[in-house]
């Protein structure tokens, strides 16, 4: 519970030498990195590449098979509640409920996060205008566009006031135009908030992130700045390659 979230440097998001098996199969090994307070991160992979089951760690949905997860300072595994207060969490093809409509959705979540009275009626009202649902709010999310589902998935993570976020895939199935509006929103949280989020699309790491790291078959294999990543003049999608094939047996 000493969590040191004040300090200057403190890392907000922390992998400590993670690592996860399913079984015989080894997702994740050794990951580690620190993200400190502010900065936007994308974290880069092609599809199996472990992006989710390390969310999934540092979120506390999942227990790591060795390593450790931190939340500005909170231990996912041992004290994943402190943690949780701080971190909004955007699953891979979001949270959501098809029958709930998203103002159901928003007051189940309120619950679930002790949220009360006025507070409660604030941040949903807040959210709700910040996300654009008005004009579907009484609506089943089964029934909405994905491009509206993934709203709904935003209002949810923005709900209880977290400073930390990690989205996964926030952008994935959406239109070109969805895609810009995700961005934006994005782009505007990052001036605030210390952000992770996942993605197989090069075009993101550039529109928006400080900070690239990158994974292929479960390990770490960058961990810098966009612009170092696609040094010499190589295009990003060049490097994307020669960093993420397959390692000669
Ligand atoms: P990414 O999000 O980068 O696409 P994932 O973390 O979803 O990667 O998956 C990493 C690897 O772990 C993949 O090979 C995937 O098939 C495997 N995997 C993910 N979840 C499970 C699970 N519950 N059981 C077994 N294997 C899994
Ligand atoms: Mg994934």
Do not use: W
């Amino acid at each position: 519970m000493a969590a040191d979230t004040s300090t200057a440097g403190a890392a907000m998001i922390e992998a400590d030498g993670l690592t996860k098996y399913y079984g015989p199969f080894i997702a994740i090994e050794n990951v580690s990195f620190r993200i400190p307070r502010g900065e936007v991160v994308a974290f880069l992979g092609p599809n199996g590449a472990g992006k989710s089951t390390t969310m999934k760690i540092l979120t506390g949905y999942l227990a790591p098979t060795a390593g450790t997860a931190r939340i500005a300072g909170h231990d996912m595994s041992t004290d994943r509640l402190a943690g949780a207060t701080r971190l909004g969490y955007l699953p891979e093809n979001g949270p959501l409920y098809p029958d709930m409509t998203p103002r159901s959705l928003l007051e189940f979540f309120a619950d679930a996060r002790g949220m009360r009275g006025a507070y409660r009626e604030q941040r949903i009202d807040a959210v709700v205008r910040q996300c654009e649902l008005g004009s579907v709010i009484g609506k089943a999310i089964g029934k909405l566009s994905k491009g509206y589902r993934q709203r709904v998935g935003m209002a949810q993570v923005l709900l209880h006031e977290p400073d930390v976020l990690i989205l996964d895939e926030p952008t994935s199935g959406l239109d070109p135009n969805q895609i810009r509006e995700v961005r934006d929103t994005i782009r505007r949280l990052g001036e605030e908030k210390t952000i992770l989020l996942s993605t197989h699309i090069l075009q993101e790491v550039e529109a928006l992130a400080d900070r690239v790291i990158l994974v292929a078959e479960g390990r770490l294999r960058y961990d810098g700045p966009p612009a170092e990543l696609c040094h010499g003049g190589r295009g990003l999608d060049d490097r994307f390659h020669e960093l993420t094939r397959a390692a000669p047996a």
